[in-house]
């Protein structure tokens, strides 16, 4: 973009935001048409949160 559209110090928070709305958005999708696929998406919201805590060595 000709234009940067976040300041430098706003790119990984901005990230982060999206990563975890991605996140939500597939635990609802699989929620609502593959039950039985639920394990994936909140496995992986589990696993970001986690990450965003600070705390990468808990379970996989």
């Known amino acids: 973009a000709p234009q940067p559209w976040a ?4 790119l ?3 990230l982060h ?3 975890l709305e991605r996140a939500a958005y ?4 699989e ?3 593959r039950v039985a696929w639920i394990d ?3 496995s992986g919201l589990a ?8 705390d990468d060595h808990g379970q996989e």
Not at 26 to 29: A, F, L, M
Not at 49 to 54: D, E, P
Request: proline residues 7%; charged residues 15%.
């Open 7 to 10: 300041a430098a110090g706003q």
């Open 12 to 14: 990984q928070p901005l």
């Open 17 to 19: 935001l999206f990563l």
């Open 26 to 29: 597939e635990v609802g999708y």
């Open 31 to 33: 929620a609502a048409n």
């Open 40 to 42: 994936l998406p909140t």
């Open 47 to 54: 696993r970001l949160v986690r990450k965003l805590l600070g």
